[in-house]
């Protein structure tokens, strides 16, 4: 393991107890391992949604400044997604 750094943190008892259950189950050795997996998991998202940001919605806003007229009004965008959430709720009933 690189240089370990030791930190003093502070929790609510629910993110604690969420800890004590992961090492308990045997999942985790220590305190430390759920820390460092959660905030693995943390960094992977984060750079998820970079590669997302940076990717399709960069290339998307260039292609709608390009080409303007491709876009759908507000009204146009509403209605479509009141009408899809009207046909999940039919499906679901």
């Excluded at 604690?16 to 998991?41: N, P, T």
């Excluded at 009141?82 to 709720?89: F, L, S, Y």
């Amino acid at each position: 393991m690189p240089n370990v750094e030791k930190r003093t943190i502070s929790l609510p008892s629910d993110q604690a107890a969420f800890i004590d259950s992961k090492i308990k189950s045997g999942d985790y050795a220590s305190a430390s391992e759920v820390v460092r997996a959660g905030l693995r998991a943390l960094r992977e998202r984060d750079e998820a949604v970079e590669r997302w940001l940076r990717g399709d919605v960069a290339a998307t806003y260039d292609a709608m400044r390009a080409d303007p007229a491709r876009g759908v009004s507000l009204d146009t965008a509403f209605g479509a997604i009141r009408d899809r959430h009207a046909a999940r709720g039919k499906d679901s009933g």
